[in-house]
DNA sequence: TAACTGTACTGTTCGTTATAGTACGGTTAT
DNA sequence: ATAACCGTACTATAACGAACAGTACAGTTA
């Protein structure tokens, strides 16, 4: 389910682009679904057309998402090189606050038990 | 060093902010030390004085340092409260940042050598 | 043809950040 | 005491990005 939160100091648009192409990456959509429109998503989420817009347009240049003026917007059939870009994405992300972590004084240790406890340990 | 990115999307206040109370937590700056001016740190980044102040006044909020009207601002004698502080903050968001790495696919392993890659093997 | 769709504009509002300038009282060394 | 610092508190303004409002036009489909 695609949702927004406005309390969040992230932009609309931004939230969007970043739940959508989670979603794709998931495999919580399919390859060639379509899309809710523009201004039905608008709709739904009781925000402007444009910002909609403004996240698609964006989805498309990153390849999440193609468009066919007319017909609508959908999930890129190749979703293989996408979740590969997600992961290098994350994997820097993930870096980042390591090491900040690291810095903030958090042990190698109590940093291991997160990753156990987040991974699971079956 | 207290230093400052422009081109950065985080505002220069909140840089200020995480950069001295990071030194602080690090002991990179010793409790009752004295802090750079207002008017002084201002010059030497070459920014407004009212975003040191600013800066100043938050982490006085959070108890990183203290100000003596007259005198200038220091940092705060107990430190360990703060360090203990930041640990947990930075576990957050560690946590955080490995679910988020794990929903985009990084695997465990991994996340694992990232993390002993930060750490050193040693 | 009507009702959708994406797309492209212009213009406006709003909040945050940062700046500029001024002012006042406390501290300190000369 | 007085000058030169210090923190602090204002007001006003500029700049920017985000979001909204409204309109318009071309492609698609039932």
Redesign the interface.
């Known amino acids: 389910m695609i949702t927004v939160d406005m309390r969040d100091r992230k932009p609309i648009y931004e939230q969007l682009i970043d739940n959508i192409r989670?979603l794709a990456?998931?495999g919580h959509l399919s390859p060639d679904e379509h899309l809710p429109s523009v201004r039905q998503l608008a709709a739904e989420l009781a925000i402007n057309p444009n910002t909609i817009q403004k996240a698609y347009a964006e989805l498309e240049r990153q390849g999440v998402i193609y468009s066919l003026p007319g017909r609508g917007n959908f999930i890129s059939p190749d979703i293989g090189a996408i979740?590969a870009a997600?992961?290098r994405?994350?994997?820097e992300?993930?870096?980042a606050?390591?090491?900040?972590?690291?810095?903030?004084?958090?042990t190698?240790k109590?940093?291991?038990t997160?990753?156990r406890?987040?991974?699971g340990d079956e």
Request: no cysteine; proline share 0%; hydrophobic share 40%.
């Open positions: 989670t990456v998931g979740a997600e992961r994405k994350q994997t992300l993930l870096r606050s390591m090491q900040a972590a690291k810095n903030g004084g958090v190698e109590d940093a291991l997160l990753l406890e987040i991974y």
